[in-house]
């Protein structure tokens, strides 16, 4: 038995930025009132993260074995044995994405992307009252399979202790099969990667106009949201548009 890097620093770069931007843009959509300027950072998180899937999909088709997702264990009785193993407590080691953040990973991304979506139908007030209530569900569905996801990895490493919580750090796993191979580490990549997120997250803060409520990526302006002052606001608030003062509205009666 020993041990092996199995996540390249590609992947674990991608895992710890997604985690850090979904959190911003939760924080930020659950707690601030969506016609503040404070508001438009959800939107470039958002916005950010979605990229970050993309390059995610990429890598799951051209990366290192791990992170394609023919290594995905997405088989539901594969799933199903896994859960079985946990809470019995017999060893199950997986050199890869095991069962359950196989299944994790891909329903987040899918999550992001429809957030992203939907987001974005409604910054152009292309949608109506359904879309804001899927984008709210999408939110909620991905914060509980976060939840889930890391309820998951301290049962596994209470079970096993065998230091699965530091795979995504350092990108090894202990007693594997002599068998597996290291896999390339492709720090060059991780690198850009890690720097393109940060240049692109300043280029979209660096070009936000809060007052019309744009942002303008490579000389292209995209609309964040219709401008929230004058008699159009208060239309916007009349008709209940506004989806946080309609809650409050809600929560009075």
Same mark, same amino acid.
């Given at each position: 038995?020993?041990?092996?890097?199995?996540?390249?620093? +590609?992947?674990?770069?991608?895992? =710890?930025?997604? %985690?850090?931007?979904?959190?911003? *843009?939760?924080?930020?959509?659950?707690?601030?009132?969506?016609?503040?300027?404070?508001?438009?950072?959800?939107?470039?998180?958002?916005?950010?993260?979605?990229?970050?899937?993309?390059?995610?999909?990429?890598?799951?088709?051209?990366?290192?074995?791990?992170?394609?997702?023919?290594?995905?264990?997405?088989? +539901?009785?594969? !799933?199903?044995?896994?859960?079985?193993?946990?809470?019995?407590?017999?060893?199950?080691? =997986?050199?890869?994405?095991? +069962?359950?953040?196989? =299944?994790? %990973?891909? @329903?987040?991304?899918?999550?992001?992307?429809? @957030?992203?979506?939907?987001?974005?139908?409604?910054?152009?007030?292309?949608?109506?009252?359904?879309?804001?209530?899927?984008? &709210?569900? !999408?939110?909620?569905?991905?914060?509980?399979?976060?939840?889930?996801?890391? *309820?998951?990895?301290?049962?596994?490493?209470?079970?096993? #202790?065998?230091?699965? =919580?530091?795979?995504?750090?350092?990108?090894?796993?202990? &007693?594997? +099969?002599? #068998?597996?191979?290291?896999?390339?580490?492709?720090?060059?990549?991780?690198?850009?990667?890690?720097?393109?997120?940060?240049?692109?997250?300043?280029?979209?803060?660096?070009? @936000?106009?809060?007052?019309?409520?744009?942002?303008?990526?490579?000389?292209?302006?995209?609309?964040?949201? &219709?401008?929230?002052?004058? &008699?159009? %606001?208060?239309?916007?608030?009349?008709?209940?548009?506004?989806?946080?003062?309609?809650?409050?509205?809600?929560?009075?009666?």
């Amino acid at each position: 038995m020993k041990t092996k890097r199995v996540y390249d620093y +590609p992947t674990r770069v991608f895992h =710890w930025l997604f %985690a850090l931007l979904f959190v911003i *843009a939760f924080t930020i959509g659950t707690t601030v009132d969506d016609d503040s300027a404070l508001f438009l950072f959800h939107m470039l998180a958002g916005l950010v993260l979605c990229a970050l899937v993309l390059f995610r999909v990429i890598w799951g088709f051209v990366g290192t074995k791990h992170a394609r997702f023919s290594g995905f264990a997405l088989h +539901p009785k594969d !799933l199903l044995r896994y859960a079985k193993d946990i809470l019995a407590g017999t060893s199950s080691k =997986w050199p890869g994405h095991n +069962p359950a953040s196989s =299944w994790a %990973a891909i @329903l987040m991304m899918a999550f992001a992307l429809g @957030l992203g979506i939907t987001g974005y139908l409604m910054a152009n007030d292309q949608a109506g009252d359904y879309i804001e209530d899927l984008h &709210e569900l !999408l939110a909620n569905g991905f914060l509980t399979i976060v939840l889930l996801h890391i *309820a998951g990895l301290a049962l596994h490493s209470l079970r096993h #202790q065998d230091g699965l =919580w530091k795979s995504m750090f350092t990108g090894l796993k202990t &007693e594997l +099969p002599e #068998q597996i191979d290291h896999v390339p580490a492709y720090l060059g990549i991780g690198t850009i990667l890690l720097l393109g997120t940060v240049g692109f997250s300043g280029h979209l803060v660096q070009n @936000l106009d809060s007052n019309n409520r744009t942002v303008t990526i490579l000389g292209t302006q995209f609309v964040l949201g &219709e401008q929230e002052d004058g &008699e159009h %606001a208060n239309k916007r608030r009349e008709s209940g548009h506004d989806t946080h003062r309609r809650h409050h509205d809600h929560d009075d009666d």
